[in-house]
């Protein structure tokens, strides 16, 4: 198992696609060979478990639409500020349910490539949890710091055995 222990101890397993805490990217055919930054977005619970809009009513769990996450951003879940218990997986649940029931940016339910998809729903779960104490979050600063902070999956350091 490849493994890699981030902050506060939580392990990432590239094999089994768990990022805890992570938002992850990955590269959507033919759609990024020409515009590269574009991509398919999901945001990681606290055991790694990805969540991602994939489509009119839903959210995929652990079986991202495009395919295994080629990029991740590691986030630090100090930086949460909404209360509660376990406020990081209550944010990313209601953000999901959220995508279930409908879409703020069009009709109900809608995927919209533009304006409503997986990324808004990447920046819902981190305004809900107040991320970096913010509720400005949308998919153009997702892209950016995804960009600028996102690692490579193949880059992650082995754990010898």
């Not at 020409?34 to 652990?62: K, L, N």
């Not at 990324?119 to 600063?141: D, E, F, K, P």
Request: glycine share 8%; with cysteine.
């Amino acid at each position: 198992m490849k493994q890699y222990h981030g902050s506060g101890g939580v392990a990432m397993d590239v094999e089994r696609s768990r990022f805890p805490y992570c938002v992850v990217w990955t590269p959507i055919p033919v759609l990024t060979w020409f515009f590269p930054i574009i991509g398919h977005m999901g945001i990681c619970t606290s055991t790694g478990v990805i969540r991602d809009f994939a489509g009119p009513y839903f959210v995929s769990e652990d079986n991202m639409a495009f395919g295994k996450p080629a990029k991740y951003w590691k986030l630090d879940p100090a930086q949460v500020y909404a209360s509660g218990p376990n406020a990081w997986d209550t944010a990313v649940h209601d953000a999901s349910e959220e995508r279930h029931q409908h879409s703020p940016g069009g009709d109900q339910g809608e995927h919209n490539l533009c304006c409503d998809n997986c990324h808004s729903h990447v920046a819902l779960a981190l305004n809900l949890m107040r991320y970096n104490n913010s509720t400005n979050w949308n998919m153009v600063t997702l892209c950016f710091f995804c960009l600028l902070y996102g690692k490579y999956v193949r880059s992650l350091p082995r754990q010898r055995d």
